[in-house]
Nanobody, 120 residues
Framework: QVQLVESGGGLVQAGGSLRLSCAASGSTWNLNAMGWYRQAPGKQRELVARITSGGRTNYADSVKERFTISRDNAENTAFLQMNSLKPEDTAVYYC??????????????WGQGTQVTVSS
């Protein structure tokens, strides 16, 4: 089992910045990709950014050039630096992590979510 604890959400004005952190603990020996998803009221959960254990990243088009995902493998922690925030970035942000076993099996874990609110 992997436990994920997020921090760093809050209220910010449009154009401002926030940095989210996600610390993984438990059975992290085979931690693979980590990522951030978000869900706004009345909308489906969507991928924001993802990073593999090797550092390869991918982003939703809506956040490219504004958000940066990174990770500290030694600390099993992922970060999401969010700049130039817009009101449409308002959502609950969830950290996700995937473990991968030698037979290719993967297991996904989710954090409890942290609220990000961007005021106009």
């Amino acid at each position: 089992q992997v436990q994920l604890v997020e921090s760093g959400g809050g209220l910010v004005q449009a154009g401002g910045s926030l940095r989210l952190s996600c610390a993984a603990s438990g059975s992290t020996w085979n931690l693979n990709a980590m990522g951030w998803y978000r869900q706004a009221p009345g909308k489906q959960r969507e991928l924001v950014a993802r990073i593999t254990s090797g550092g390869r990243t991918n982003y939703a088009d809506s956040v490219k050039e504004r958000f940066t995902i990174s990770r500290d493998n030694a600390e099993n922690t992922a970060f999401l630096q969010m700049n130039s925030l817009k009101p449409e970035d308002t959502a609950v942000y969830y950290c996700a992590a995937q473990t991968r076993y030698s037979d290719g099996t993967t297991v996904d874990y989710w954090g409890q979510g942290t609220q990000v609110t961007v005021s106009s």
